[in-house]
């Protein structure tokens, strides 16, 4: 973990206070609203659409046990004992109210942990793999340049008013599990022979005009990659559409100058600002470096995890679904499923957050992730402590074997709480779900993520989803549209639209056509839903998902 | 021919808690069936200019459409149902105490 230094601790202190005085002069009414909210905006409280909500960063997604029991308790102090975890690998609180929140912020930063920049046109919180620093193939941890990027970037002068929201992500394997090419600049580390660079992917991004990034640099050094950064999101500042707030994101300001013309600016603006970075940036990562050092890992008796796989069926089931391969063979990656079924995708309480902290704590180094699939993440655990583990979270409603099946579902908030959603995401990935744990369906479908967005913005990624759902207001009543082959790995790919929308009594039986045909469809059980679908392409699962037109259809060739 | 004015309401976001709260011939209330209902524009116009100014109090105000069930408002747009109501996942919004 990154330590904090003084000055950290005096620029968290010193923000805080000032939006305390803020917050004070708006009640006593000094300032007026349209004053007041963006300065909020800036703390990360906004009002949606039953009450304020705060909006907290998890840097790169990465906590302690101290920042996940800091959270708990925030959640049952000044909430309503839950909070919720985004796609962005942030912390919701849905219910804080506005004299509360200064408090709320001084007892984040007691742990290191802020709100600034997760609003506003600025750079946003910088995601990154939820495995990283454990994944068996990765070719570089993350998260050092991941905190080199929030440092550059946190209160920078010249991005605190760009032209619309700019999202980071960064990936140090060849899978890609932090959507990079979704992103307004993805970073891939990669190796040119034994030098460790960065592939440079900009334009990327979901919402009203979903775009895949395109390949700016195939690799950069380094020493190179503040100023290439600071060089694209200047030119961006310079050329982005302040004047429609729908074309102002960076993948239009791409898609059109073209990816040419925005190289060539960017070489251009670099060159100019080059020589102002002196090599302090490498002296800082170097000692960001340092601070995530691996643990020193253990050696121990693997028996009881290889007596409770062979003795528990349920266990068994978890550890098929929920590990992942560790890059020391003695250990597991332990994804914990914030997807029990019927419950609210991303949603955790205060005593599961507790929870969570405390095997982290005792059996994970001190070590958690925060996933963009709303999931929490143990990256550490020593295979004969996974009994353990997952004995203690079954209790508490944590031990959901669907890490990337079918209930595995990131879903937005929706018009549960957003204020501008135009339909309701949560109740959707609830009844699927269910309807499907009813089924006993779920393991024998394998992998499929469903993706769902209560409005256009994408929030819930449904363009990525192999099953993407869209949640819409048409004429008063709820409507949701389907996309199908959507993928938000290295292989990115937007889904397609399969056709009208389906009301939410539809929605359900519609998503369990697609399935069920999917499983006829399959050459094999080993051949998942998005290689059944790019074999035979959106035709057939079209014909399921609207049985009475392929009826219709059938019958005039007939005829 | 100009629209016909259907009946509506005043509502907005309490400063303080982030509640929904609606306008009452009186001051504010947390529960819709005890809002003003505003059959005449003229007089909606007034009401959203004297709730507006109460700035100290809240925030977002605006007018939104009601049908009337006998003298009890009822949502006409499923978004102002669950600002009525609260969110749908869990019983710990208005539903709480309706």
Request: charged fraction near 25%; aromatic fraction near 8%.
């Amino acid at each position: 973990m990154y330590s904090y230094t003084e000055f950290d601790h005096a620029f968290l202190a010193e923000r805080n206070a000032q939006f305390r005085g803020q917050v004070e002069r708006r009640i006593d009414g000094s300032l007026t609203e349209d004053e007041f909210k963006p300065l909020r905006l800036m703390n990360g409280l906004y009002l949606q659409l039953h009450a304020y909500m705060l909006r907290v960063a998890i840097p790169y997604g990465t906590l302690n046990s101290r920042q996940m029991e800091k959270l708990a308790e925030i959640s049952e102090r000044w909430d309503k004992g839950y909070g919720h975890f985004t796609t962005r690998q942030n912390i919701q609180y849905n219910w804080p109210q506005l004299r509360d929140v200064p408090d709320m912020l001084d007892a984040l930063a007691e742990v290191n942990l802020h709100a600034i920049q997760t609003s506003g046109n600025t750079i946003r919180n910088v995601t990154a793999d939820h495995f990283a620093g454990a994944a068996a193939d990765e070719v570089a941890d993350p998260r050092p340049v991941a905190e080199l990027i929030r440092q550059w970037s946190t209160d920078h002068p010249e991005f605190q008013f760009l032209p619309r929201k700019f999202k980071v992500a960064v990936t140090g394997d060849t899978a890609d599990r932090a959507v990079i090419k979704a992103h307004d600049i993805g970073l891939r580390i990669v190796k040119r022979g034994e030098e460790i660079g960065y592939e440079v992917i900009v334009g990327g991004g979901l919402g009203r005009t979903p775009m895949i990034g395109k390949v700016l640099y195939e690799f950069v050094s380094q020493e190179d990659l503040l100023p290439t950064l600071e060089a694209i999101v200047s030119v961006y500042n310079l050329l982005g559409r302040r004047d429609n707030k729908y074309k102002a994101r960076i993948k239009i300001t791409v898609h059109e100058n073209g990816i040419e013309d925005i190289r060539q600016r960017v070489n251009e603006r670099y060159a100019l600002i080059r020589p102002q970075f002196t090599g302090v940036d490498q002296q800082m990562l170097a000692r960001i470096e340092a601070d995530f050092g691996a643990p020193e890992f253990k050696s121990a008796d693997q028996t009881p995890y290889l007596n409770a796989y062979d003795q528990d069926p349920l266990f068994r089931s978890w550890a098929d679904t929920n590990l992942t391969a560790h890059r020391n063979p003695e250990y597991a990656i332990v994804s914990i499923s914030l997807k029990a079924h019927g419950k609210t995708p991303g949603d955790a309480t205060g005593r599961q957050m507790r929870l969570m902290a405390a095997l982290a704590k005792r059996y994970g180094h001190d070590e958690l992730r925060i996933s963009h699939e709303q999931n929490v993440i143990l990256p550490h655990v020593h295979r004969g402590d996974l009994p353990s583990v997952y004995y203690a979270l079954k209790a508490e409603g944590l031990g959901t074997a669907n890490i990337g099946l079918i209930s595995d579902i990131i879903a937005c908030p929706g018009m549960d709480y957003c204020a501008l959603a135009t339909a309701r995401s949560i109740p959707i990935a609830q009844e699927i779900a269910t309807r499907f744990d009813e089924l006993k369906l779920e393991h024998d479908v394998g992998p499929l993520k469903i993706k769902i967005s209560g409005c256009i913005n994408a929030c819930g990624h449904h363009h990525v989803g192999h099953i993407g759902i869209l949640g819409l207001d048409r004429a008063g009543v709820e409507n949701y549209q389907i996309t199908l082959g959507g993928d938000g790995t290295e292989d990115a790919t937007i889904g397609e639209r399969a056709g009208p929308g389906f009301s939410a009594d539809e929605i359900i039986p519609a998503v369990e056509r697609v399935v069920l045909a999917y499983l006829d469809l399959r050459n094999d059980p080993a051949e998942t839903f998005l290689q059944t679908y790019r074999r035979l392409g959106l035709a057939p699962f079209k014909a399921a998902l609207y049985p009475q037109v392929a009826g219709k259809e059938s019958r005039a060739n007939a005829a | 021919m100009p629209k016909p004015f259907t009946p509506k309401v005043v509502t907005a976001n309490a400063l303080l808690e982030g509640d929904v709260i609606y306008q009452t011939a009186a001051g504010w209330s947390r529960d819709l069936k005890d809002a003003e209902i505003l059959t005449d524009e003229a007089h909606a116009d007034l009401r959203m200019i004297e709730a507006s100014a109460q700035v100290d109090l809240v925030v977002g105000v605006y007018l939104a459409d009601v049908s009337l069930d006998g003298d009890t408002p009822r949502p006409t747009h499923f978004r102002e149902d669950f600002r009525a109501t609260g969110p749908s996942n869990y019983v710990h919004g208005k539903q709480e105490h309706i």
